[in-house]
C-alpha cells in the first residue's frame, strides 16, 4: 500500500510539473473558436442558441457578425514571359533550364539540357529534376536545397535558373 501511494504522488506530481511548464512565461489557455489562419479563417457570422426557455416559451438565436481584412495578393518580382538561363557545367553533362514567368511568379521550370548520356545519369536527374523544379516554384527564387546524391545537378540547376530569373526582373 506505501508503495502504492509513493507511486501515486509521484505521478501527480508529475503531471503537476508537465501542466505548469506547459503554461510557464505567463501563456494562458488557448481560446476556442479564434483563427488568425488567414486561409481558412472562421465564418464571418455564427449563430448561437441563447439559453433555453421554459417550457412553451419559443427560443432566441443570437448572430455575432465578425469583420475580416482581405489580405492582398502580393505582386510577383518578375516579368511574365519565358526566360533561358545559360547552360552550366553538372559534372556529367550541361543544365540549361527555362523559367516561365506568369502573374510576376515562377509557374515552371523547363529543362533544355540535362544529363542522360548513360543509366546513373538518366536516374539521378529523373529523381532530382523534378524536385528541384517543384522547389524552385514554391519558394518563387533559384536558392533551392540541393538534391542529396545530385549535388553537381543541383548546383548546375541553381546557376542555370538564378540567370534566367535575373532576365526576368
Do not use: H
Request: hydrophobic share 35%.
Amino acid at each position: 500500500m506505501k508503495k502504492y501511494l509513493q507511486i501515486s504522488t509521484v505521478l501527480v506530481v508529475f503531471g503537476l510539473l508537465v501542466f505548469v511548464r506547459q503554461f510557464k512565461g505567463g501563456d494562458s489557455l488557448p481560446v476556442v473558436g479564434v483563427s488568425n489562419n488567414p486561409v481558412n479563417p472562421l465564418p464571418t457570422n455564427i449563430s448561437t442558441p441563447a439559453p433555453a426557455a421554459s417550457a412553451g416559451q419559443p427560443t432566441q438565436t443570437q448572430t455575432v457578425a465578425s469583420t475580416t481584412t482581405p489580405i492582398p495578393k502580393p505582386k510577383g518580382q518578375y516579368k511574365d514571359g519565358s526566360y533561358t538561363g545559360s547552360v552550366q557545367d553538372a559534372f556529367y553533362g550541361n543544365i540549361q533550364v527555362q523559367a516561365v514567368i506568369s502573374g510576376g511568379r515562377i509557374t515552371n521550370v523547363i529543362f533544355l539540357q540535362f544529363p542522360n548520356d548513360n543509366r546513373t545519369s538518366q536516374y539521378v536527374n529523373s529523381q532530382a529534376d523534378p524536385m528541384l523544379t517543384q522547389e524552385a516554384i514554391q519558394v518563387q527564387s533559384a536558392k533551392v536545397d540541393i538534391v542529396s546524391g545530385a549535388s553537381a545537378s543541383s548546383q548546375a540547376f541553381q546557376a542555370s535558373l538564378a540567370d534566367a530569373l535575373s532576365q526576368a526582373k
